[in-house]
């Protein structure tokens, strides 16, 4: 297996994620220090879904995010680019519809959903900016986008330590769970490349999206973005 680098080419991105496909979910728990599913939650709740509402999970992965937003009543649809995660997804979530896309171009027409989420994703799009202004577009006027993605710790002496466990303990735990461990050395640069919270706000704001806020979750590992569509 290629691992991708920082340049985040499409087919080296694609073919990575392919070939991580079924120790995935597992290797996220663990690097993540069993804080998945807490981020998730705060993921769900920032949506602020009603009852059928139609939801785009950009990014899928295998589905789990898109099942969360299932179970909050949604009508959620799961969109990704790599096949072994759509094909691995299928087999877990059978009764979730799975797409095939590229976040910088999608297949949906304008104002196709009332909202849509991209977790975890973003920073494994080789135009980031592109995606978020297809997101926009592809979500009715006055919904919402959000974004939940590692970002940059608030405690300059929390993130020291944070940025020498991505560089260290991520691929050391990875070589004993995943046969392509090589995978998540990209993973653990790509988390240290991204933009902090206030730049990221700024993108968003940038792509013509409203009300921008932002808030941190377990000292800011973890950001997560919430933007409105404007009406006009």
């Given at each position: 297996?290629?691992?991708?680098?920082?340049?985040?080419?499409?087919?080296?991105?694609?073919?990575?994620?392919?070939?991580?496909?079924r120790r995935y979910d597992l290797m996220n728990d663990l690097a993540a220090l069993g804080?998945?599913?807490?981020?998730?939650?705060?993921?769900?709740?920032?949506?602020?879904?009603?009852?059928?509402?139609?939801?785009?999970?950009?990014?899928?992965?295998?589905?789990?995010?898109?099942?969360?937003?299932?179970?909050?009543?949604?009508?959620?649809?799961?969109?990704?680019?790599?096949?072994?995660?759509?094909?691995?997804?299928?087999?877990?979530?059978?009764?979730?519809?799975?797409?095939?896309?590229?976040?910088?171009?999608?297949?949906?027409?304008?104002?196709?959903?009332?909202?849509?989420?991209?977790?975890?994703?973003?920073?494994?799009?080789?135009?980031?900016r592109t995606a978020i202004g297809e997101m926009a577009r592809v979500v009715r006027p006055?919904?919402?986008?959000?974004?939940?993605?590692?970002?940059?710790?608030?405690?300059?002496?929390?993130?020291?330590?944070?940025?020498?466990?991505?560089?260290?303990?991520?691929?050391?735990?990875?070589?004993?769970?995943?046969?392509?461990?090589?995978?998540?050395?990209?993973?653990?640069?790509?988390?240290?490349?991204?933009p902090d919270q206030e730049e990221l706000r700024t993108w968003m704001l940038e792509e013509?999206?409203?009300?921008?806020?932002?808030?941190?979750?377990?000292?800011?590992?973890?950001?997560?973005?919430?933007?409105?569509?404007?009406?006009?």
């Amino acid at each position: 297996m290629n691992r991708a680098d920082l340049d985040k080419n499409p087919y080296d991105v694609a073919g990575m994620f392919d070939g991580i496909a079924r120790r995935y979910d597992l290797m996220n728990d663990l690097a993540a220090l069993g804080q998945v599913r807490s981020w998730r939650r705060a993921m769900v709740d920032s949506l602020d879904i009603s009852p059928g509402q139609q939801v785009l999970d950009l990014a899928a992965g295998t589905g789990t995010s898109t099942a969360a937003l299932v179970d909050a009543g949604a009508d959620a649809v799961a969109a990704d680019f790599s096949l072994g995660m759509m094909e691995e997804g299928r087999r877990r979530q059978p009764h979730i519809p799975f797409v095939a896309a590229d976040a910088q171009a999608l297949p949906f027409a304008d104002d196709s959903f009332d909202a849509a989420v991209i977790s975890f994703g973003l920073r494994n799009v080789q135009r980031p900016r592109t995606a978020i202004g297809e997101m926009a577009r592809v979500v009715r006027p006055g919904g919402r986008v959000v974004i939940c993605e590692f970002s940059t710790p608030t405690s300059t002496v929390f993130r020291t330590v944070y940025s020498r466990y991505l560089l260290r303990a991520i691929p050391a735990v990875a070589h004993r769970v995943t046969q392509s461990p090589e995978a998540y050395d990209y993973l653990s640069e790509s988390i240290l490349d991204w933009p902090d919270q206030e730049e990221l706000r700024t993108w968003m704001l940038e792509e013509g999206l409203k009300q921008v806020q932002f808030r941190n979750l377990t000292g800011g590992i973890v950001a997560l973005h919430r933007g409105v569509v404007p009406s006009v």
